[in-house]
Nanobody, 114 residues
């Protein structure tokens, strides 16, 4: 069993930045990790993922603006979000093990509004 706890969400103006963190209750070093987001009425979508050896994948909509990283020593996953747009507003979820795994955080709300 793994618990994932996200933090760092909040309200930010368009063009602003936020840094999300996700801390796991156990070691993450062997696992694919990812950030997903969801808005009401839409399916959860991949934002970014990072493999155990550091291979990174981004959704086209966030390329060049978001940066995913991991600190295995701290069992923590990060998402640096810059140049935020209103369409980035969503609940952001941390995932361990891929979309088919049962290990998800509780979600953190990101609101982008002036």
């Amino acid at each position: 069993q793994v618990q994932l706890v996200e933090s760092g969400g909040g309200l930010v103006q368009p063009g602003g930045s936020l840094r999300l963190s996700c801390t796991a209750s156990r070691s993450i070093f062997r696992f694919l990790m990812g950030w997903y987001r969801q808005t009401p009425g839409k399916e959860r979508e991949l934002v970014a993922s990072i493999t155990s050896n550091g291979q990174i994948n981004y959704a086209d909509s966030v390329k060049g603006r978001f940066t995913i990283s991991r600190d295995n020593a701290k069992n923590t996953l990060y998402l640096q979000m810059n140049s935020l747009k209103p369409e980035d507003a969503a609940v952001y979820y941390c995932n361990l093990g891929g979309v088919a795994s049962p290990y998800w955080g509780q979600g953190t709300q990101v609101t982008v509004s002036s």
